[in-house]
């Protein structure tokens, strides 16, 4: 079972790396974007424990309409999905 799951990695590993030699810039994009975006995420979130008061209501509100979002996107994706006509949304891939 071990030795599957590496090999999967292994395969995981050179699709990834063939696509970071093959689209060149684009991954440098991508990379700039990552490493700024955690160096942001980083000082923004160093001492927000300090500075913010947060009621455990507000919390779960908050948690609770992310939920409901993500869920509201699924369903529309997947109804829109299932009235799509599968022949048009396969030629076009």
């Not at 980083?42 to 509100?61: I, K, N, W």
Request: overall charge positive.
């Amino acid at each position: 079972m071990i030795l599957g799951d590496m090999k999967m990695l292994r395969n995981h590993l050179g699709i990834a790396f063939r696509n970071l030699a093959r689209h060149k810039l684009y991954s440098l994009i991508n990379l700039f974007g990552l490493a700024g975006s955690f160096y942001l995420m980083r000082a923004f979130f160093q001492e927000f424990p300090f500075r913010v008061t947060m009621g455990v209501g507000t919390f779960l509100l908050g948690g609770g309409l992310a939920l409901a979002l993500a869920f509201l996107t699924t369903i529309f994706q997947a109804v829109r999905a299932a009235a799509a006509n599968p022949v048009d949304s396969l030629r076009y891939e």
